[in-house]
């Protein structure tokens, strides 16, 4: 698949699993905003290089996995993902991490190896739930001191 397919997302208002890895999708459309019960997204080695606004729509959205595309960031209104359990973003193009992402408050897992990650903010320390953390093959000069 190149494209995000067309029937997915505009009457769908149940669906809890989407299932779009290996293709090579660029994009995730806006109308997207009306999958309101989705659970877990799985867009791992596509070609997508931003998650739309319509992800704030996703509130029950626990598991998000985004490894092996060509996100060069993640938007801060990720704060508004509050199920939010588990998110990969390994083998992707991040510079940093947004600072809001500390607000998500369930967050078990965060996965950002193979980035361009130079570092990290002391913030993360705010994730209480967080019981793994991987962080490999980045660029990270110096770890964050909490002062």
Known sequence: LASWPEF??????NLEK??????EI??????????TSLKKLDMSNNRLTQLPDASVYWTQLSHLEL?????Y?????INRLKALTYLSVRQ???EKLPLSLNKNEKLKELRVDDNKLIELHKDLSNLAHLHTF???????????VDT
């Open 73 to 77: 960031l993640l938007p801060d209104k």
């Open 92 to 94: 992707n193009m991040l």
């Open 26 to 35: 660029e994009a995730i459309p806006l109308l997207m905003k009306t999958l």
């Open 134 to 144: 991987s962080v490999t093959k980045n660029q990270i000069l110096v770890m964050p």
């Open 18 to 23: 989407i299932d779009l890895k290996d293709n």
């Open 8 to 13: 997915v997302g505009v009457k769908e208002y």
């Open 67 to 71: 490894q092996n595309n060509k996100l």
